[in-house]
């Protein structure tokens, strides 16, 4: 199984790319990529630009990438309650490729972590709603709240109820997609 995993979140100190890393690495396949939007040139989204210089070829790049998994885990940066801008640009240019609506009908396991208690909550209600209507199947979500108490990079999830709840979703994943 293909697996390709990234963060709604450019930032260079990504709490979301740290979660997301973490969970493929879970899944133990290996075949799994962790991309980094940082590493893709995708100008800010508007028609005028697509009309005078077509599709960037990063996002072309993306969107192979993300025809040919077989599950994508995305873990999104909430901010001020919805997507980072990088993902939402990331998202309408996506949505200009081939007709194709942006997420080539895969399945994906949606997460989101934040330094507060709700954990990014409201951009994964967002998201859990809007991908489907961008040929998304969200299968599962995932709720990391209070990123700095409960995760570090040696141990990964720290809190054990949310560190089973993290495994049991991986397993439950492994199973309906038969990895």
């Known amino acids: 199984m293909k697996i390709t995993a990234f963060a709604g979140s450019?930032?260079?100190t990504s709490i979301n790319k740290r979660l997301v890393t973490y969970t493929a690495s879970l899944f133990n396949q290996p075949d799994t990529t962790v991309l980094d939007l940082n590493d893709y040139d995708m100008p800010l989204y508007g028609m005028d630009l697509e009309l005078e210089n077509g599709i960037p070829n990063d996002i072309l790049k993306i969107s192979?990438?993300?025809?040919?998994s077989d599950l994508l885990i995305i873990s999104l940066a909430e901010h001020n309650g919805a997507y980072a801008t990088v993902f939402k640009n990331l998202f309408d240019w996506l949505s200009r490729v081939d007709g194709t609506k942006g997420f080539h009908n895969k399945p994906i396991f949606l997460m989101a972590s934040s330094p507060g208690g709700r954990g990014g909550a409201s951009v994964l209600e967002i998201a859990k709603a809007r991908l489907p209507f961008n040929d998304g199947e969200v299968i599962d979500t995932y709720s990391l709240p209070n990123f700095s108490s409960n995760f570090n990079d040696k141990?990964?999830?720290?809190?054990?109820?949310?560190?089973?709840?993290?495994?049991?979703?991986?397993?439950?994943?492994k199973s309906q997609l038969k990895f």
């Open 10 to 12: 450019n930032s260079k």
């Open 64 to 68: 192979t990438i993300l025809k040919e």
């Open 155 to 173: 141990d990964g999830i720290t809190d054990p109820e949310l560190k089973s709840i993290l495994f049991d979703k991986i397993e439950n994943i």
